[in-house]
């Protein structure tokens, strides 16, 4: 995975905001009445061709998924929907 299927997944996907600030890019979910930050990316990161695995565990663990739901969803096999159902059952 790139940065830039990241971005698709968290940005177009799942509809999460985009927070750019000096030296992170962070994505926000809205849910209900509170915005959870799902994933904290470095500009300085986002130049390289692959995603750093601690990136993705962290993204998928902030996300309330494993690594395998996370791929999931990324690869289209796991709707918005789906996922909201996910979260809220797991929050």
């Known amino acids: 995975m790139n940065f830039r ?5 968290l940005h ?4 999460a905001s985009e927070g750019r600030e000096k ?3 962070y994505y926000y979910l809205s849910i209900g009445d509170k915005d959870h930050r799902v994933s ?3 500009h300085s ?3 390289s061709d692959k995603v750093e695995e601690y990136i993705i565990l962290d993204t998928a663990h902030r996300m309330k998924l494993s690594k395998g739901e996370f791929s999931q969803f990324v690869n289209c096999s796991l709707n918005k929907d789906d996922y ?4 809220q059952e797991r929050a």
């Open 5 to 9: 299927q990241l971005r698709h997944t």
């Open 12 to 15: 177009g996907k799942l509809g």
């Open 23 to 25: 030296d992170h890019v």
């Open 40 to 42: 904290k990316v470095s």
């Open 45 to 47: 990161s986002r130049g």
């Open 84 to 87: 909201t159902k996910l979260w």
